[in-house]
């Protein structure tokens, strides 16, 4: 057959279809014209997911039915028709759960449509990754020692890796490092309170084989060695009487020596502290408070990775999160899971950025949105007209500290105009530890530490209550530290914040594209605390120390 003749069968073909996807959809017309309900052609809309799965495919088919959107307690439902009795009965069904049902006919090309969508569902229940066992490997680990004496050449591949993760999950360990350091040996480091910990270094020829158990773990391919691989896979361990499921991501990347893999644990426990304990003084907790109860607006956090950016987020949305309220996230990737709470993840190599998602999720009439991070143009201005279209937006910067927030978004071509009407906070951040309860020391504060304190303390605004320093005495850290802080003199972090809102001052300056120096000292003059200032009063507070205040800010 010539090709002249198949381009022809297939037009006909194609005119045939479209024959009968009209005859369908007339079908459908004239039934929701007898009936008096209205009717919708689903082909040119949007299916809300969060709808459709509330009743299984198999009810859905029977009553030839599919939610097709839910807003709140309202639920707009297509039927090929209504009047049967299994749709009566659906309705009913939904209406005695609280909800009210708009009704609606649809062909069957529509329906068929919609109901497509239950692969997505189907697809979601797949486990994302292998699940390993790790109960009982964390026996007798109370500290770093504990666990470098747990090391023998005994252990096989799949012992070992399995000591390093219980391991690390019972010393609150963020993150487990593999590092080929030459063609003989590899060393493994821990990250404790944002500080690495040497653990132990192996043999080339066992971390080889570790190498291999990890990329299985998180369906990598073996045979790629000279390219970055990104995976995660899973273990669970047994907390609180309970069996738990921690995430963990895996991230592979090529070096002169061999491939070094970094492990990022996700542990639930990370999220699970409430805003009132992340370290907010009061006279800031309060004006984060009143930014909350707005529905509007947007609020930034900035701070470089491991900065707490992600935990004060995860905060607001715990305190904004309830039944009446839809809130839909857009991260990259989802780190930890939220109750109640729709969360998307995106993916760049099918499209769906962060600036082709937050379009789609506004078309999702959520109230409020939370976007992972705000890196280009496009995003920057979707962000900002949610922030303008009735959304509360919460979103993350890059930026050094608060004020650099303004001409971030500036870089990005967002117009200054745009900038005051939207913003409604700006938050910075870094994370300290704290000194260790069981091994410091109370003393009398020296003399330089004095001068750093009181230079530094000079201008705090009057919205904070300035300490006596003659005579203060603070926590010093031990030196050699106790088993409890892992030999390190401190235990558990806590942040260090400052911000400030966009009022008529901040707005006037914004206009005319300031400097960073000119919005930090707006700021200040409002009343704004910086992040050392913040930190020092944690030292006079007996929570940290200058030396590790000096550390984290310089």
Known sequence: MSPNNKKTEQDVDEKIQQIHQEQEEERAKKLASDTGFPYKNLKTSPIDETGLFLIDEEKAKKAGAAIVQKKQKELYVGFLDPSTEEAKKLMKELEDKGYSVEAFIVSRGSIDKAWSRYKNKIEEKKPISKKVEIDGMDKGVDNIEDLREKFSDDLNTTELLNLIMAGALKLEASDVHFEA??????????????????????????YDSLISRIKILSELKLNITKAPQDGRFSFSIKRDGSEKEIEVRTSIIPGPNGENIVLRILDPKTIELQLEDLGIQDYDFKVIQEELKKTTGMIVTTGPTGSGKTTLLYSFLKKKNSPEVKIITLENPIEYHLEGVEQTQVNPDKGYTFAAGLRSIVRQDPDIILVGEIRDNETAKTAINAALTGHLVFSTLHTNDAAGAIPRLMDMKVSPKM????????????????????????????????????????????????????????????????????????????????????????????????????????????????????????????????????????
């Open 181 to 206: 350091e030459s063609e003989k040996n590899a060393r493994i480091r821990i990250r404790i309170d944002g500080i690495l910990r040497d653990l132990k270094d192996i043999p080339f020829k066992k």
């Open 419 to 554: 900038i005051p009407a939207s913003l409604n906070l700006v938050i910075a951040q870094r994370l300290v530890r704290k000194v260790c309860p069981k091994c410091s020391k109370e003393v009398e504060i020296e003399k330089e530490g004095l001068e750093k304190l009181k230079k530094g303390l000079k201008d705090l605004s009057s919205r904070a209550k300035k300490p006596k320093l003659e005579g203060i005495k603070i926590k010093k850290a031990s030196e050699k530290g106790c088993p409890y802080c892992n030999f390190t003199g401190y235990k558990g972090r806590i942040g260090v914040f400052e911000l400030f809102v966009i009022d008529d001052e901040m707005e006037k300056l914004i206009i005319k594209t300031p400097s960073i120096a000119e919005i930090k000292e707006t700021a200040i003059k409002a009343g704004m605390v910086t992040m050392k200032q913040d930190g020092f009063l944690k030292v006079t507070q007996k929570i940290t120390t200058i030396e590790e205040i000096e550390r984290v800010l310089g």
